[in-house]
């Protein structure tokens, strides 16, 4: 049952130990089946070492477990809040990685100090409010999407695979499990280079409008030149 | 005697190695054995290329030399008072790891800025006071634990897994040797991820009660719901 | 039809990732032929796992394909204006290293702040002027070519074999593929190196002519001693 | 002739590669023999993966070329004013490893802000004057061991096994090569740690006198209780 499904967010989840993202048993990847509206996600507090896909536990967009001998991530609820408000995004990862979390914990947004970052995210990374204490106490991780999702107003999914949970950390997104751990992976690397450049130069502004268009949109998008034919 | 004391003693020095917290023969591993108040810790100075169960050295809670060929690390003392004051641990590690050891020489508590610190620490890191001149010249080792121990006094040890001795770096613990190697890991990665979030904000301030609480706890203790049963 | 030349190039470009200057797909290395006026160069966006020789793509002066089945790098028309401009080198390289890219983005040159830097590169390391907004729109990569040769005027080449993009990242150059690789590698030592230096003494001037001269002449020119006979 | 010496000298070098302390063919290690005078070391400028024993060249006190093929490194002069200047040292290493460096660069000595350098080094890790114009312009590989040796001065080199050239990088000494590199790891890891301290607390002092004996003491001279008998 969804063997296919089932491998793909085994494979992901083990690049995140490949990519150096997460240490011990941190981060967790999910990805949907749009038709029956089945989800694949990694269970909780599983070590890397052992994580097999027959492992991968399938829930329904209600948090069910529909199959799985294993407790499903706690951060279900929220992969679960994304996929039900952004139909068109069908993978979701959650890392602590080291320097996307530095911001996060700052509560800051990562500027777009240059192409490596326009590359790939359309703007800044955007960073979400602080959960109000009642949201804490109450469905803690089902608020976490929603201010996810609160923040995201306004924004296409899709050109802004990414988010900074204040005090938290990073989530990102893409059409596949595979392409949110890319996604992940680059926040990281841009995550660095952002510190860094306010670190030689703390006054250093965002990118013009028209280098992040050119960068953008060459290689995401209806006009984008950058790779293969497909 | 006591093989597979020394088997997971060997086994969790050597994970400090693979874990990239210790270069060279730094750092020390021990476990206690309750029963029999037996300590299984890590040879003095040994190199961990050539690291063998049969090399680990037993001692008793007086610091007697019980089983070994060799001497046991010169922080044996520091190890033995740890284990006297606190009987609810049951593993102690020791090591120089940089990012934790630069907020020990800086004198700083490590602030509770996020949720991956809140996930396995329980509040600040603490650090302790500076020894007085006394304390160094004459029974050092024992004192550094006494410093320790006086430090964590209305802590609970195993919700406040970690702590910085001043000037010198981290000593971490847990109901086993690898778990306290676990802590020292998680210890490194939360003192990275403080040292940068202060790098960018340095007004950043710890995370709510709340928020910590909710962490904390869907982790530890008798309502945690992460991971799985066991 | 020029093996040779797609194997090293191939090599070149593998190189990038062996060293630890490029994620994913990023980073680009071409050489020419000076003879024939044939540049073989990667093609966009392909995966390292699975980059082999006969993926490199030839491509003339004017950037027509004249070899190959995949779409050339994006970043071509760059490499290609290099070549154009200056005859005396024979291998071109972009990344995105962290290091290099950090003062691209901050829109810096590297200053020359040891012997490090002098014995590779003969002065600091330029940035070039932003893009206009025109240059921007039209023909893009090509103007990045054009925005370098207007930085190097009055700069030789082979004794100032990088270049920071202001917004973007480094490119480098040798005689060959092989030799631009080893100049990105060094450059990203050489800018982690002044980073931390400014980091401990923001006031820390470039090294005396003097100091400079004897280190860059000691590897390269007609008078160098460094290294065997060849 | 002096196999043993060129295995040693061989072995030294790789550990520099390793230990991560160089990239590409940079850095140097050599070992005297103090009865015949001899001095093994690295050729000039050669590539880590092809270096074999037979490489090594050895050269007397006055750099006359004894044995070998290659021609040795261009920093020769600079350790053969080390041998000649401090009879107790056996071997000398040279890095340009990036946290040393950093140091260098800003022509600052490394404060001993903890244990884990005093344990190592018996006091701040000093660094030497500027050399001087016409010091540069001849004999400037000489020089620079002379203002090593200035620098030194009042100093037991067996104590403070490591100095800083102002604006070029790290020089360590031992008993052997082996312990010559040795101290290039330590002093690179300590190096780290002290710009991460003072990052976090820029006013941090250095420990006192008698934490630094209790430490250094314990490893090091007739009173060490550190390691194993031997």
């Known amino acids: 049952m969804f063997q296919d499904l089932k491998e793909r967010v085994c494979r992901a989840n083990l690049d995140l130990k490949i990519h150096g993202l997460v240490i ?19 269970p909780s507090g599983i070590s890397y070492d052992d994580f097999r896909p027959d492992d991968v536990v399938l829930v329904d967009l209600d948090g069910k477990v529909i199959d799985g001998q294993l407790n499903p991530s706690s951060d279900t609820p929220t ?21 996307a979390t530095m911001w ?51 924004l296409k999914t899709l050109e802004n695979p990414a988010v900074l949970v204040a005090c938290h950390g990073p989530f990102t997104w893409g059409e596949t499990a595979k392409a949110a751990v890319i996604h992940a992976l680059i926040l990281e690397e841009v995550a660095k280079i952002a510190l860094g450049t306010w670190a030689l130069n703390p006054g250093s502004e965002d990118i013009s409008k028209t280098l992040l268009n050119k960068h953008f949109l060459r290689k995401h998008g209806k006009n984008a030149t950058y790779g293969q034919k497909k």
């Open 24 to 42: 011990l048993s941190w981060g967790n990847v999910s990805e949907i089946d749009r038709k029956s509206g089945v989800i694949a996600i990694k």
């Open 79 to 99: 992969h679960l809040e994304l996929y039900k408000n952004f139909p068109e995004i069908g993978g979701v990862c959650h890392t602590h990685s080291p320097y």
């Open 104 to 154: 996060a914990q700052a509560k800051m947004e990562i500027p777009c100090l240059g192409t490596t970052h326009g590359d790939h995210f359309f703007g800044r990374v955007p960073v979400t409010r602080e959960l109000r204490e009642e949201e804490i106490l109450n469905n803690y991780e089902r608020n976490t999407g929603k201010v996810i999702v609160e923040r995201l107003t306004n």
